[in-house]
Nanobody, 128 residues
Framework: QVQLVESGGGLVHAGGSLRLSCVGS????????MGWFRQDPGKEREFVAG????????EYADSVKGRFTVSGGNTRDIVYLQMNSLKPEDTAVYHC?????????????????????WGQGTQVTVSS
């Protein structure tokens, strides 16, 4: 059983910052990449940022480039999302995801199908 637990969400004014954390636990035999996605009620889940541990390399959605930074922790099963200059349109539930089954170098970090495990999410609300 693999668990991903997100934390760090909350309510912030526009222009503010939050730092999300995601910690993986359980039977994680391999961890090739981790990503962040977000979903607002009534909308499809969308890619935010991802990181491949080998290289390492990162990818970002155009809507967050220059404002958000994805990074790893001291162990490979921890990933952070630093969110600066937050906007009301960033309001959503933020989920982290992990890729365990094989090297995803030929796959996009922005695709949900790249990932094998998902967390329950943490709410981020940005007020105007």
């Amino acid at each position: 059983q693999v668990q991903l637990v997100e934390s760090g969400g909350g309510l912030v004014h526009a222009g503010g910052s939050l730092r999300l954390s995601c910690v993986g636990s359980g039977r994680i035999f391999n961890n090739y990449a981790m990503g962040w996605f977000r979903q607002d009620p009534g909308k499809e889940r969308e890619f935010v940022a991802g990181i491949r541990w080998r290289s390492p390399s990162t990818e970002y959605a155009d809507s967050v480039k220059g404002r958000f930074t994805v990074s790893g922790g001291n162990t490979r099963d921890i990933v952070y999302l630093q969110m600066n200059s937050l906007k009301p349109e960033d309001t959503a539930v933020y989920h982290c995801a992990l890729r365990s089954a094989g090297n995803p170098d030929a796959e996009s970090l922005g695709s949900e199908t790249t990932y094998d495990y998902w967390g329950q999410g943490t709410q981020v609300t940005v007020s105007s």
